[in-house]
């Protein structure tokens, strides 16, 4: 069983390791997280049958980790110092939820639940958290630079583009692929703040600098680094409307 260990506590991870490690000599830590973006990037790379997940954590917490993998599939055990959470974590699927310290036996027991949900219905838990946070919107995006994911807050995003079957955001800072595709980015990316100009382009309303109309019906929107986009017919109205005129 491969597992990854998430939490800004460094005592805290020492010690679930060693637990780990004494209830199951098969048990192989891959890595270890000292924070949600770090953990996100190490499920991609690593892709562990579980992470144990800490819920209280700055910028990224335990909820916010699992909504930013669009087609990651490990288990996910939450592990916490409150039960406040243990409602919403069960509410999303969660394989399980431990209050700290976390108790040998106790661990026992979700190990035992880990393995029979690997034998029986691997990732499904995962699957039915993703479903439940849908109508959410998302408050950030993940994208590929090199092997490692960056988490990039929305507000860096100029524009998204589909192209060729792959999808990349275009931020302050480079062009970056994401694993979402256009129609989850649409349902779910704000819609007072970005809006769907054609097919294959989302735009962020902050970055533009104007709307042209175009003798056919269609728009162009120049946006404030420069960067033209294509607004079509059918879209141009929508487009109009959610730039407040």
Not at 15 to 20: A, C, D, E, W, Y
Not at 125 to 140: G, H, M, T, V
Request: glycine share 6%; hydrophobic share 40%.
């Amino acid at each position: 069983m491969r597992c990854l260990l998430v939490d800004d506590e460094p005592l805290a991870r020492e010690r679930l390791q060693s637990l780990l490690s004494e209830a199951d000599d098969e048990i192989d830590v891959v890595a270890e997280a000292g924070g949600g973006q770090e953990a996100v990037s190490l499920i991609h790379e690593y892709e562990p049958d579980v992470v144990f997940l800490d819920v209280q954590m700055p910028v990224l917490d335990g909820f916010d980790v699992v909504d930013l993998l669009p087609e990651a599939r490990p288990h996910v055990v939450f592990v916490t110092a409150y039960d406040e959470y243990a409602i919403q974590a069960f509410d999303v699927h969660a394989l399980d939820y431990l209050t700290k310290p976390v108790r040998l036996g106790r661990l026992n027991d979700t190990l035992d639940r880990v393995q029979n949900a690997l034998d029986d219905a691997p990732h499904e838990s995962l699957d039915e958290f993703r479903a439940s946070r849908q109508d959410e919107d998302l408050k950030r995006l993940t994208v590929h630079v090199g092997r490692r994911l960056r988490v990039v807050p929305l507000d860096e995003v100029r524009w998204i583009e589909a192209d060729d079957g792959l999808v990349f955001a275009h931020t302050t800072d480079g062009r970056y692929r994401t694993d979402f595709t256009l129609s989850e980015l649409e349902a779910r990316l704000p819609a007072d703040r970005f809006v769907r100009t054609h097919r294959s382009t989302i735009v962020n309303l902050d970055a533009v600098y104007e709307l042209v109309p175009e003798p056919a019906g269609t728009g162009l929107l120049r946006l404030q680094d420069g960067t033209e986009v294509t607004v079509a017919r059918r879209r141009r109205a929508d487009v109009k409307d959610a730039l407040g005129g």
